[in-house]
């Protein structure tokens, strides 16, 4: 059974940084696409970043570009997201998510992934 499961995530200040972490239970990470995404009430869960299956390449949302940076351990089976210069406009619930069908041209949309963390939610206040 896979299990996906999100920490790190706290109440921070604009400006600050946080970095949330997934671990990866019964897939080994190695191989697979990982990717961070973020949910706000009443909006659809919106991409943050992905890596390639290889952690060669990385893929980030615009509004988030530049600030955030996606990482892994394949030996921890973890997943970081690494967020600096926050803003309010940050604040969600962050999941991360991972699957075996994930190819490029599909990472950045929600649907193409198979196994989701239960979140951890990030909030930046003014």
């Known amino acids: 059974q896979v299990q996906l499961a999100e920490s790190g995530g706290g109440l921070v200040q604009a400006g600050d940084s946080l970095r949330v972490s997934c671990v990866v239970s019964?897939?080994?990470?190695?191989?697979?696409?990982v990717a961070w995404f973020r949910q706000t009430p009443g909006k659809e869960r919106e991409f943050v970043a992905a890596m390639s299956r290889t952690g060669g390449q990385t893929y980030y949302g615009d509004p988030v570009k530049g600030r955030f940076t996606i990482s892994r351990d394949n030996g921890k089976n973890t997943v970081y997201l690494e967020m600096n210069s926050l803003k309010p406009e940050d604040t969600a619930i962050y999941y991360c998510a991972t699957g075996s069908r994930v190819i490029t041209s599909s990472l950045r949309s929600h649907t193409a992934y198979d196994y989701w963390g239960q979140g951890t939610p990030v909030t930046v206040s003014t």
């Open positions: 019964g897939r080994t990470l190695s191989g697979s696409v």
